[in-house]
């Protein structure tokens, strides 16, 4: 991770001192590297040690950064990794440029890498990734949302990259297609156990711990499980007011609807699927070698749970 960090750093320059200035921010800020963490651990786990794991797992972390940077835009959040968002500090346009940057520069480097397949995997990961943000837009302020077209909202927008993430280990160590997809169905499961676990400290969690706002979700109308699971299970008036703050956006009455989360046993049921997807990454790696990268993957699934940031 020290190289991956050597990497990101030297990439990152521009001749542009705005580029430097925001994308030095956004990357100082820290984020915990797990996507390229991902590139690593099964390049290391299927025996592949060349170069290019660096730089693909650099390039994970620029697009993952591109993302949050149109994301807190997009969602006019004002806090991420413990600090102000670079849209509150440097402003919109240029967070959407900077985050243009980062996208375009990791499309450089996959050039430099030379595989036509890691193209296709990270083109087809990105578009997906979009696809799943403008499904988000369309779902926002609906409380009749199902479950399936959240799960397949978070499949594509935080999943995706994942399952590219672990698949591109797989791909540069030149393994068959039945490993490269059990690499990627792990990084499709943990993605998915990983936003489940985003969608509940959203209303349990420590704005300090977590680096960014509770509530932000509500405020945006956002259907999570936790809410989808609340309504379902609530008395007749609870649900009303769970459908009323989903359709209007507002947060007056938070307290009350993390409230009914809580007593409904939603956060619970939100952690219990999450861990159900954990255990299906689990059971992905776990007919690997032994190594201390096998161990590492499985520990992930984890710590992807039992996290509070
Ligand atoms: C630029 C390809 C491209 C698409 C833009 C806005 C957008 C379309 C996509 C946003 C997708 C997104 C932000 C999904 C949420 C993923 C998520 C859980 C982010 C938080 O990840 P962590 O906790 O962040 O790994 P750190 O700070 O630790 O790096």
Redesign the pocket.
Same mark, same amino acid.
């Given at each position: 991770m020290q190289r991956v960090d050597a990497v990101i750093r030297e990439r990152l320059s521009s001749r542009v001192a705005l580029i430097d200035q925001i994308s030095h921010y956004i990357v100082g800020a820290g /984020?915990?590297?797990?996507r390229p963490r991902l590139v690593l651990l099964f390049s290391q786990a299927l025996g592949f040690e060349g170069p290019e794991r660096h730089e693909l797992a650099a390039i994970v972390e620029f697009?993952?950064t591109?993302?949050?940077l149109?994301?807190d835009v997009?969602d006019e959040s004002s806090l991420r990794?413990g600090r102000a968002t670079a849209n509150a500090v440097f402003g919109n346009a240029a967070s959407v440029l900077v985050?243009d940057f980062l996208?375009s520069r990791a499309f450089q480097m996959m050039v430099s890498v030379g595989s036509m397949r890691v193209l296709q995997v990270l083109a087809d990961a990105?578009n997906v990734?979009?696809e /799943?943000?403008v499904l988000q837009l369309m779902n926002m302020n609906d409380p009749d949302l199902t479950v399936e077209d959240y799960l397949r909202v978070i499949r594509f927008?935080?999943a995706k990259l994942f399952e590219a993430s672990a698949r591109l280990g797989a791909v540069l160590a030149g393994s068959p297609p039945d490993i490269e997809e059990r690499c990627a169905d792990y990084g499709r499961s943990l993605g998915t156990a990983?936003?489940l676990v985003?969608d509940l400290l959203d209303y349990e969690g420590d704005a300090k711990e977590l680096g960014k706002n509770i509530g932000d979700d509500l405020r945006e109308g956002k259907p999570t499980l936790p809410l989808l699971i609340a309504m379902e299970r609530g008395s007749e008036s609870e649900r009303q007011l769970i459908r009323g703050a989903i359709e209007h956006g507002e947060v007056q009455r938070l307290p009350d609807i993390v409230d009914i989360v809580r007593r409904t046993g939603a956060l619970d049921a939100t952690r219990e699927a999450a861990l159900r997807e954990a255990e299906l990454a689990r059971r992905c790696v776990e007919p690997m070698q032994p190594s201390q990268a096998r161990s590492a993957l499985l520990e992930l699934c984890v710590r992807a749970v039992h996290r509070s940031s």
């Open positions: /984020g915990k590297r797990i697009i993952h591109a993302t949050l149109h994301d997009v990794r985050g996208y990105t990734i979009a /799943g943000e927008k935080t990983f936003q985003d």
